[in-house]
């Protein structure tokens, strides 16, 4: 059974750090790339993020990249999202999920987890 827990998910000054996890399990990160996703409350469902299966290669959308860095650990099968400089706007919910088209692009997607608040917030 495929399952994608996320965790890291906090309240944070602006300015501040936060590293969300998503343990995969039901298949391996070499096999498939998985996607960092968001949604702020209204507002509609916004990629950041991916890391392709076979070498790592990794794709960022605008908004994400110089903040935010995506990692893997294959032998634990997790893969991270590294937040830094975190802005008021970041404020949401974090998901991930299997994503095709990686590292080119954030395509259709799979398996989600649950999601993990991120509050940014003095």
């Known amino acids: 059974q495929v399952q994608l827990v996320e965790s890291g998910g906090g309240l944070v000054q602006p300015g501040g750090s936060l590293r969300l996890s998503c343990a995969v399990s039901g298949f391996t990160l070499d096999h498939y790339a998985i996607g960092w996703f968001r949604q702020a409350p209204g507002k509609e469902r916004e990629g950041l993020s991916c890391?392709?299966?076979?070498?790592?290669?990794?794709y960022y959308v605008d908004s994400a990249r110089g903040r935010f860095t995506i990692s893997r650990d294959n032998a634990k099968n997790t893969v991270y999202l590294q937040m830094n400089s975190l802005k008021p706007e970041d404020t949401a919910v974090y998901y991930c999920?299997?994503?095709?088209?990686?590292?080119?692009?954030?395509?259709?997607?799979?398996?989600w987890g649950q999601g993990t608040q991120v509050t940014v917030s003095s």
């Open positions: 999920a299997e994503v095709l088209g990686c590292p080119n692009s954030l395509g259709k997607t799979f398996y």
């Open positions: 890391i392709s299966s076979n070498d790592g290669s990794t």
